[in-house]
């Protein structure tokens, strides 16, 4: 049973840092791009980050490009968001997720196989 399982959001003031993690478990994720998406109250889920499987390839959504770093550990079949700079329109619900097309990053939600639960990120002004 394949589970992804997210951590590391809270409540943190604008300007500060929270790093935000996603555990695989289930099968082997390091052939796969996993990315990570957000969703505010009353807004569509939107792509955030992602890399590739290697880790070598990585894409951003503008708005948080320079702000945010995706890594992952294959070893550990998780991925990281390491967020800096945070600004209160990045609240939202966090989740990783998963593509098993072997391509590049992609941005669409649809093209993911495999989504964790969530988790809060609130940036207070």
């Known amino acids: 049973q394949v589970q992804l399982v997210e951590s590391g959001g809270g409540l943190v003031q604008a300007g500060g840092s929270l790093r935000l993690s996603c555990a695989a478990s289930g099968r082997t994720f390091s052939a796969y791009t996993m990315s990570w998406f957000r969703q505010a109250p009353g807004k569509e889920r939107e792509f955030v980050a992602g890399?590739?499987?290697?880790?070598?390839?990585?894409f951003y959504t503008d708005s948080v490009e320079g702000r945010f770093t995706i890594s992952r550990d294959n070893a550990k079949d998780t991925v990281y968001l390491q967020m800096g700079s945070l600004k209160p329109e990045d609240t939202a619900v966090y989740y990783c997720?998963?593509?098993?097309?072997?391509?590049?990053?992609?941005?669409?939600?649809?093209?993911?196989?495999?989504w964790g639960q969530g988790t809060q990120v609130t940036v207070s002004s």
């Open positions: 997720a998963v593509d098993r097309s072997l391509g590049v990053v992609v941005t669409e939600s649809y093209q993911y196989d495999y």
């Open positions: 890399v590739s499987g290697s880790g070598t390839n990585t």
